[in-house]
């Protein structure tokens, strides 16, 4: 190879690395952007669903108010109420009633006990 050959390829090296430089700065200037831009828009959406969170809440605050404070048993409920007859579970009020009169019964036989003694 000539001198003249080797200063060309060293000539083209430079000039492909001065390229690949400017392409590499062009592609970290525009990653860089589309990050702020992307910071800016998430913020921009987080204020929005924080206002309509907001707006929601507020609503279903005054609806709740209007609402008796007993809710009708929802279709859910139903459900689950006819699997547990349908099981043989005890039902909420029976449970209720029945822890009760475990706690009578508790007392009273903590009474005795007291007396006992």
Sequence with gaps: MSNTVIAQFNERYEQVSAE???AFDKINTAVRGAISRAEASSTELFDSLVKTGEKRQKAQAKTGAKKSTKAEPTQ??????RVAQALGLPTRDEVEALNKKMATLTRKVNRLAKDAK
Excluded: F, I, M, T
Excluded at 76 to 81: M, T
């Design 20 to 22: 690949a430089k400017d």
């Design 76 to 81: 859910l409920d139903q459900v689950r109420a």
